[in-house]
């Protein structure tokens, strides 16, 4: 039965919508980390460190993913992607106890790591405006963070957190099905790389290239899952004059999540232009700037403050990818963004328990997005590390 599902593809539409059930699936705990605090009776600050757990799998399993989709195919494990999350966010809604909650979770982020190495790598085959579609996927992935405290903060209103889990699990169960129909032969094949290439298609200068990348992706990784993780409970603290609505809160998370993805397609169509190098520079270089701001102002102006901090964080998501493609050939895609991934997700993780540490020992929220600042200046120099290519490479 599973030969039906080999070596096939779907139009990018479906590969987008995988993207965001994705971060979607990956953020239902950020918003309901509160509720189920209160439900197994712990505080916020101890809780959240129980889904360190699911963030590292997330991010360390998607070597293994990669490794998966090149012996039986991409397609194949872009399925068991969507039933397996689907399945593993049912059985978390059934936790009985912390560490089962954890385990869920757990499983969670086993088979989400599929998505990244493999559903990129897919995209990533038809390197035809390839900064655009990237920046169009970008878009649909942070939208699913966008969309995950709305729709949760909607369902706590009248439920518990519990319920955010099962019905987003049979929600990704049924997309499941309709990605799997849409699978069609698979007819393309990988255009020319565009710069100067060696014996085994890697373009010239692929390990300065690739080394200014991990350090981005380690720096950015940090970045990323904390702003995406934290926000929705840093506005319920800091915009009490506001708002003691978690309703309203995450609706407003889900306005700066929401309205900074686009940043993703404007930053995609100015590296298919010109050069990716300067771009970085200006987005690392907002992203010190606004972070900090974000962490020095409260209410309206907070809120202002971090979708200009986003947008920055998010525009360079695209950039990263589209630079990756242009070094490095497709058949060692797969293996390249597993391991991008496997540093940027797992890097990412730790904000869980350094924000636990740091919450409980007398820090305030806003250190910790003043850290993400300081860390923001390491994106920066990386920026000075890649190397500049003619602007229809990167």
Request: aromatic share 14%; proline share 3%; with cysteine.
């Amino acid at each position: 039965m599973t030969s039906y599902f080999r070596n096939k593809t779907v139009s990018d539409i479906f590969i987008n919508v995988s993207h965001f059930l994705d971060h979607f699936i990956m953020l239902i705990f950020a918003k309901a980390a509160y509720d189920a605090g209160k439900h197994f009776g712990v505080s916020y600050e101890h809780i959240i460190s129980y889904g360190t757990l699911g963030l590292i799998l997330f991010g360390a399993c998607a070597p293994i993913s990669a490794s998966l989709a090149d012996r039986y195919s991409r397609s194949l494990m872009m399925v068991l992607y969507h039933f397996g999350i689907g399945a593993a966010a049912i059985i978390t809604s059934f936790a009985n106890s912390l560490v089962s909650m954890m385990m869920g979770l757990a499983l969670i982020g086993v088979f989400a790591s599929i998505y990244h190495p493999v559903g990129i790598a897919m995209l990533l085959k038809q390197n035809e405006k390839i900064g655009f579609r990237l920046g169009v996927n970008g878009v649909f992935g942070n939208m699913g963070v966008a969309f995950a405290p709305l729709i949760i903060g909607l369902i706590l209103l009248f439920d518990d957190w519990s319920t955010g889990f099962l019905l987003s699990g049979l929600f990704c169960l049924g997309y499941g099905l309709i990605f799997a129909l849409n699978l069609k032969p698979d007819q393309q094949t990988p255009s020319q790389q565009s710069a100067k290439t060696n014996k085994y298609g890697f373009a010239d200068g692929w390990s300065r290239a690739l080394f200014s990348l991990a350090l981005i992706t380690s720096a950015g990784g940090f970045i990323f899952g904390g702003m995406t993780f934290l926000v929705p409970r840093y506005f319920e603290l800091e915009m009490q004059n506001l708002t003691s609505s978690v309703a309203i809160t995450g609706l407003l998370a889900s306005i700066v999540y929401a309205v900074a993805s686009f940043a993703q397609i404007g930053v995609g169509w100015l590296i298919d232009k010109i050069s990716a190098k300067t771009v970085l520079l200006y987005i690392a270089f907002g992203q010190v700037i606004f972070v900090f701001l974000a962490s020095s102002f409260s209410d309206l102006n907070l809120f202002f403050f971090m979708i200009i901090a986003m947008s920055f964080v998010f525009g360079q998501i695209p950039i990263t990818d589209a630079v990756m493609a242009r070094y490095v050939p497709d058949i060692w895609r797969g293996r390249i963004l597993s391991i991008k991934f496997l540093l940027n997700l797992c890097i990412g993780a730790t904000v869980l328990p350094l924000s636990s540490f740091m919450l409980q020992t007398g820090f305030q929220m806003s250190d910790l997005f003043f850290l993400m600042s300081l860390i923001a200046c390491l994106i920066f120099i990386s920026g000075f590390i890649l190397p500049r290519l003619h602007k229809n490479s990167v």
